[in-house]
Nanobody, 120 residues
Framework: QVQLVESGGGLVQGGGSLRLSCAAS????????MGWFRQAPGKEREFVAA????????QYKDSVKGRFTISRDSDKNTVYLQMNSLKPEDTAVYYC?????????????WGRGTQVTVSS
């Protein structure tokens, strides 16, 4: 079974940038659509972005379009989320996962995520 480990989170001021990484181990995910999700305190986990297995298709939550970019490096078995112009409302724990139904239905197995905190 594949294991996904998220990293790159931290505390950043509003308007700043972070780059999240999701490293897969156990097997390759090069044939899988992949996505990023987030969960803010007191809220349900929500879809943020998805990238197709070949990198040709992407999809984003409306509120992050133009600010976030999802990408992948199949050689490194890693998926990335570049986050620019961060806002306090982007504060959440961010998770990556395999997409089992495009674009936003994820597998039921979640990693620990990485905390992103944006100060105003």
């Amino acid at each position: 079974q594949v294991q996904l480990v998220e990293s790159g989170g931290g505390l950043v001021q509003g308007g700043g940038s972070l780059r999240l990484s999701c490293a897969a181990s156990g097997r390759t995910v090069s044939g899988n659509d992949m996505g990023w999700f987030r969960q803010a305190p007191g809220k349900e986990r929500e879809f943020v972005a998805a990238i197709s297995w070949n990198g040709r298709n992407t999809q984003y939550k409306d509120s992050v379009k133009g600010r976030f970019t999802i990408s992948r490096d199949s050689d490194k078995n890693t998926v990335y989320l570049q986050m620019n112009s961060l806002k306090p409302e982007d504060t959440a724990v961010y998770y990556c996962n395999i997409i089992i139904s495009w674009p936003s239905r994820a597998s039921p197995y979640w990693g620990r995520g990485t905390q992103v905190t944006v100060s105003s």
